[in-house]
């Protein structure tokens, strides 16, 4: 019922920034949670930072302070604006909406910080 479809991973180097998008399709109804989760080799997937159609963000303790998001309700889009990366940010991002429905999940960016 819904698509979520991720675009800006890729590789960057420490202390520089990216920004993520996540498209979502389908039948989107006005109240929901978006946001990103990541995963990295080894380790279960974490919170990096949800915002709801309210307004309210919340953020990972590990980005608090770096990273931002943000969404377009008209576009039905929501951003991670990631700046100051560190290698340990490296992992798969997944974007995530959630409503009365269910948790749908996209299929996941590849973001690399390089040393």
């Known amino acids: 019922q819904v698509q979520l479809v991720e675009s800006g991973g890729g590789l960057v180097q420490a202390g520089g920034s990216l920004r993520l998008s996540c498209a979502a399709s389908g039948i989107i109804f006005s109240i929901n949670t978006m946001g990103w989760y990541r995963q990295a080799p080894g380790k279960q997937r974490e919170l990096v930072a949800t915002?709801?159609?309210?307004?309210?963000?919340d953020y990972g303790a590990s980005v608090e302070g770096r990273f931002t998001i943000s969404r377009d309700d008209a576009k039905n889009t929501v951003y991670l604006q990631m700046n100051s990366l560190k290698p340990e940010d490296t992992g798969v991002y997944y974007c995530?909406?959630?409503?009365?429905?269910?948790?749908?999940w996209g299929q996941g960016t590849q973001v690399t910080v390089s040393s």
């Open positions: 995530n909406l959630w409503d009365w429905r269910n948790n749908y």
């Open positions: 915002v709801s159609s309210g307004g309210r963000t």
